[in-house]
Structure formats: structure tokens, C-alpha cells
């Protein structure tokens, strides 16, 4: 079965800090890979995916992820941090077993101090 | 193009009572996903549907939770005869196949 895990529960940071949020996955087949964004009493936001080809993609507010296979993981990264980045922070995984449907990890919550 | 719309955005209910949310899809996907989010946790799969089928609903409650997507209208999750533990977020996604565009949730509170 397939899974997600989010290592850290809470990240707080400073303002213009660098980030990295992790991300681990297990599935013994192809995925697709996820991180969305969810601001307080808000929907979900696609930050980013990994579909195929290049492992480090680039998404919205100056994220970035990085694909490796070999570990599993699927990191969020963000060189320097906003206050407005202030959210929980979910990845995600699809296999095309069952139909696509999209396994969540349990979120991060990132907190970015002044 | 519209995004995945549902509604209502906000149900209170007394406990007892009846929910319905639904979710309209955007133009051209005939798969919906619904997902429920507790309080402070992450958002579990509930249900995969296509139109007049369930395809998948191993993440549904065995009593009280039902859901429906017609050939018409939107797609309808139903719970009965609801309780406290039935307060969350409730998201719907909808695709072609693949990757999932979420609505912006309907936030159930029980009384």
C-alpha cells in the first residue's frame, strides 16, 4: 500500500530564512508527486507536481522539490521565506493503481517568525 | 473554465440531522474524488466516483455516509443522522485522469 510521511509536524523559521520541508514516500510503482499548499479555513493550492522527466521542479512562490527515487523522498524547498508563507503544507502521492486516487501525508505546519 | 465548485461552503447542523454536500466538478471531468479533513490532521480519501458509479469507496464510513454522482447535477455526499466526530472539511477533486483539482471545501460543524 502506498504512503506518505511528513517528518516534521511543525517548522517555525525565521523571515528570509531558507526552508525544507520533507517529504518520504513508499509505493512499489510509478508515482506522481504532490505538494500543496492550504492557508488557514482556505481549500488546497498545487504548489508544485512531479510527473516525469527533469527531478528538481520549480513551482508557484519560489518553491522547489526534488524528485529522488533512490531515497524516496520528494523535499519542498524555499531558498528565503515570506511571513506569507505562514500555511500547512501537504505532500502527496498518485498511483495509478485504484484508480488515481491521491494519498496525503499528515502536513506540515510552517510558521515563519518576524 | 470554472474550477471544482462546492456548496455549501459552511452547513451547521444539530446532530440527528441530515447533511448534503455537493460538488460540481469542472467542464469535462467525469471522475470526483471526495476527502475528509479532521481538525489538525490531513486530508483522508473517502470515496472515487464516476458518473453513476463507485468506483472506490474504501475510505468511507460503513454507516451513514453515502455518495452519489448522476449521469445530471453534481455529485452529492450525504451523511445521515450526524454526530459531533462528523465536523470537518469536506474537499472534492475532480480529474480526467491523473492529477486532481480541489474545491475549496465545505466546512461541516455539528452542534
Known amino acids: 500500500a502506498q504512503s506518505v510521511t511528513q517528518l516534521d509536524s511543525q517548522v517555525p523559521v525565521f523571515e528570509e530564512a531558507p526552508v525544507e520541508l520533507r517529504c518520504n514516500y513508499s509505493?512499489?510503482?510509478?508515482?506522481?508527486l504532490f505538494w500543496y499548499v492550504q492557508y488557514p479555513n482556505q481549500g488546497l493550492q498545487l504548489l508544485l507536481k512531479?510527473?516525469?522527466?527533469?527531478?528538481l521542479v520549480k513551482g508557484i512562490n519560489g518553491f522547489e522539490a526534488e524528485f529522488n527515487k533512490s531515497q524516496t523522498s520528494f523535499h519542498l524547498r524555499k531558498p528565503s521565506v515570506h511571513i506569507s508563507d505562514t500555511a500547512e503544507y501537504f505532500c502527496?502521492?498518485?498511483?495509478?493503481?485504484?484508480?488515481?486516487?491521491?494519498?496525503f501525508g499528515a502536513g506540515t505546519r510552517l510558521f515563519v517568525k518576524a | 473554465n470554472a474550477g471544482v465548485m462546492q456548496n455549501p461552503r459552511h452547513l451547521v447542523r444539530r446532530r440527528g440531522q441530515e447533511a448534503r454536500l455537493r460538488c460540481s466538478p469542472m467542464?469535462?471531468?467525469?471522475?470526483v474524488y471526495w476527502y475528509r479533513q479532521l481538525p489538525e490532521e490531513g486530508l483522508k480519501f473517502m470515496v472515487y466516483?464516476?458518473?453513476?458509479?463507485?468506483?472506490?469507496e474504501s475510505g468511507m464510513p460503513k454507516e451513514r455516509f453515502s455518495a452519489e454522482f448522476p449521469k445530471e447535477g453534481p455529485s452529492i455526499l450525504r451523511i445521515q443522522q450526524v454526530v459531533r466526530g462528523d465536523s470537518a472539511a469536506y474537499f472534492c477533486?475532480?480529474?480526467?485522469?491523473?492529477?486532481?483539482?480541489f474545491g475549496p471545501g465545505t466546512r461541516l460543524t455539528v452542534l
Open positions: 466516483l464516476q458518473k453513476e458509479n463507485i468506483i472506490d
Open positions: 467542464k469535462g471531468h467525469s471522475h
Open positions: 509505493s512499489s510503482v510509478s508515482v506522481y
Open positions: 502527496a502521492v498518485i498511483t495509478n493503481t485504484g484508480g488515481f486516487k491521491t494519498i
Open positions: 477533486a475532480s480529474s480526467r485522469q491523473g492529477e486532481e483539482y
Open positions: 512531479y510527473l516525469s522527466g527533469s527531478t
